[in-house]
Each structure stands twice: as structure tokens, then as C-alpha cells.
């Protein structure tokens, strides 16, 4: 059996024989980007700096010549041949190396979905290379003449087309909410910068994952359960998500199926408003002992507005919730007009890169 190391880190992952350093590394608990596993999306790369693979049969496109020589594989199909394999991988607490955020870059507005009354859907491609970015980070986007950018989640995993889904909350005073749901259509293009944030959680977690989500806070952690399903994560993830009526539960198709296809996901929606039969009645934090009275082994991920993340965070930790096992990303509502800055939270939630959502 060989072994992987991950540099600067140093933490080993046992390689068994004939596994990719992809399939090794998900075994070991460390969620390497990646999409297409066949060696022809790109999303795997990564330098190895000591040690020799079989690279196997990958497209040129997904890795250069170049590349080749620089010491860059995709792992999805690099099977090592030496005893040690040292790759260039994440931080010295073993953590996901984030990728360098980009600026301005062109997006075709694919679809347009209105889920809700209230929430409208951005399907968007990129003109040029795909971006790459971990689950549950977000992008900003800019209206032409706007001083300022705005914030959005990103709904999807990473896909080989470079895809990406934004959800859009329409507010009243939202500049750019109301220029995308009023005047931006099919065919047009945006410009888009990013990736943003730290919401990605820890990857080498092996716990039972409960995700609590509100509104378009369901974003980022459809992003984070889409990815943490297709590769394999295997033990259970519950996600609870509120909303106001039963036509603001919406991607209801999307976790339907994800329930069906997988054995160890199960979706809990509640309703604040009004009562459906099957569905919970009340807000998370209030309901959520029921559900979960204990905690202790789980790792915990909370989005949306500032104040449902700090209720949240509060009803968790009640029920044992350990506080490096909870993930937060409160959603900013406004700037102050005074300052130009985004109102601090009382949670504690973080600010992403100093921009407020809207």
C-alpha cells in the first residue's frame, strides 16, 4: 500500500492498489475539487512535488503539455507508482487551499427561473476558462454604472461547462436584485468576479452533517450537499429549510431526487406562515431540539439572514452542537449609507470579503 502526502500539512492518506490519489484522498476524508473523474473537466489539478503516477488517459484540454512538465496531474485518474506521493494540497492545518478569486469575467445569462414570488434563478456560462471554487463559496456581480458589486452564493457544484446558478432574492431597495429580475433576460451577458468566502467547512469531516438554510440561504448549501452527494460523502446529511408559505419551498424536484437517490440524505422543510399537511409548523430554531435533541456529533452549516444564523447558531449549540462543528454565512441585508460599509452582525456570522448580500 503507498502512501500520499499532502503538503505543506504533511498529513499521509493511504493509496490502496489500483486506486486513483482521488478515490484515496475522498477515503482519507479530504474533499478535493472535482467533477467529471474521467480526466477531462480539469477540476482535480494539482503539482505533485515528489514521487512518480501513472497519469492514465487525460484530455489535453483538461491538462497541458506544459502543464505535464511543470508536474500538474488530475488525479480523478493518477494512480501513484512509488511508495510516496507528496502533492501540493491545502494549508498547513491541512484545510483547502482557496482559489485565487478572478475579476470581470464575462457570463452568458443561459436560463432565468423564477422559483418564487420573491427568488429568481441565474443559470450562467462562462465565455472563457471555467472558474474554479469550492461549495458554498459566492461571486459578485456589478450593474453596469453601480459603484458597487453585489454578492450571491453559488447554488451549484463545479461542473466542466464552468455553469454556475445564482439565486436572487428581489429587495425593494436592492439595486441589482431589481436589475436582474426586471431587465436582465436569456442571452445576455454579465460580468461576474470571484470566488469568495470560507463557507466550504472542514474536509476531512466524517460526521453526520445538518444543514439549517432560510430563503436564498438555501444557496449555498444546495452547492455544498450536491457536491458532498455526487462524491460519495456516505454518512447522513439532513437538511432543514424554512421558508414563509409552501410555494417558497422551492428546488423541491432537485432534493426530491436527491432523496430518492440517496439513502443517507433526508430534507425537513418548515413553514412559518401557514400550516401543510406533512410539512413542520414553526421556525428551526424553535423546532429544532425535536428533530435533533443531541448534537454533539454533528457538523453544522447555517445560512441565511444575519439574525436566523444567530438564532440558529443559539439553538444548536443548546442541543450540543460543538462550536468548531458549526459553519455559519449570515447574509448582510443593506449597507450603511453613512459609512459604506456592511452593518456589523451581533452573531458573529462572518462578513465575506466585505460585502454585504442583498
Given amino acids: 500500500m503507498t502512501k500520499i502526502r499532502l503538503a505543506p500539512s504533511g498529513a499521509v492518506v493511504e493509496c490502496r492498489e489500483g486506486d ?4 484515496a484522498l475522498e477515503r482519507g476524508g479530504f474533499a478535493l475539487p472535482n467533477n467529471c473523474r474521467a480526466g477531462a473537466c480539469g477540476e482535480c489539478k494539482v503539482r505533485v512535488l515528489s514521487g512518480s503516477f501513472d497519469q492514465g488517459f487525460v484530455l489535453d484540454m483538461a491538462l497541458s503539455q506544459e502543464e505535464r512538465r511543470a508536474g500538474f496531474g488530475l488525479m ?28 470581470d469575467m464575462p457570463f452568458i445569462v443561459i436560463d432565468r427561473i423564477l422559483r418564487t414570488p420573491t427568488i429568481l434563478e441565474l443559470r450562467l456560462r462562462p465565455l472563457g476558462n471555467p472558474m474554479r471554487f469550492w461549495p ?50 436569456a442571452g445576455e451577458l454579465v460580468t461576474v468576479s470571484g470566488p469568495y468566502g470560507t463557507f466550504i467547512g472542514d474536509p476531512a469531516v466524517e460526521t453526520p452533517v445538518l444543514c439549517l438554510a432560510a430563503g436564498s440561504g438555501l444557496a449555498p448549501i444546495l452547492s455544498l450537499t450536491e457536491a458532498a452527494l455526487r462524491r460519495g460523502f456516505a454518512a447522513p446529511v439532513t437538511l432543514m429549510f424554512s421558508a414563509r408559505r409552501f410555494e417558497d419551498l422551492y428546488c423541491r424536484g432537485l432534493i426530491e431526487y436527491w432523496q430518492a437517490r440517496y439513502r443517507n440524505f433526508r430534507f425537513l422543510p418548515t413553514l412559518t406562515r401557514e400550516r401543510h399537511e406533512g410539512i413542520e409548523h414553526g421556525r428551526i430554531p424553535d423546532v429544532l431540539a425535536r428533530h435533533f435533541p443531541e448534537l454533539r456529533e454533528f457538523s453544522v452549516f447555517i445560512a441565511g439572514s444575519v439574525s436566523f444564523v444567530e438564532a440558529c447558531v443559539a439553538a444548536a449549540k443548546q442541543c450540543g452542537a460543538q462550536p468548531a462543528r458549526v459553519h455559519t454565512e449570515g447574509f448582510f441585508p443593506t ?5 459604506m460599509e456592511p452593518r456589523a452582525a451581533a452573531t458573529g456570522a462572518k462578513q465575506t470579503a466585505g460585502e454585504a448580500r442583498e
Fill in 20 to 23: 486513483t490519489v482521488l478515490t
Fill in 76 to 103: 480523478c485518474m493518477a494512480k501513484p507508482l512509488s511508495e510516496e506521493l507528496t502533492i501540493d494540497w491545502g494549508s498547513a492545518e491541512a484545510k483547502p487551499r482557496l482559489f485565487p478569486p478572478q475579476h
Fill in 136 to 185: 458554498g463559496q459566492y461571486v459578485t456581480l456589478r450593474k453596469p454604472g453601480a459603484d458597487r458589486p453585489r454578492a450571491y452564493s453559488i447554488a451549484s457544484a463545479p461542473r466542466p461547462d464552468g455553469e454556475i446558478t445564482l439565486q436572487v432574492t428581489r429587495q425593494q431597495t436592492g439595486e441589482t436584485s431589481e436589475w436582474l429580475h426586471a431587465a436582465v433576460s
Fill in 335 to 339: 449597507l450603511d449609507e453613512a459609512t
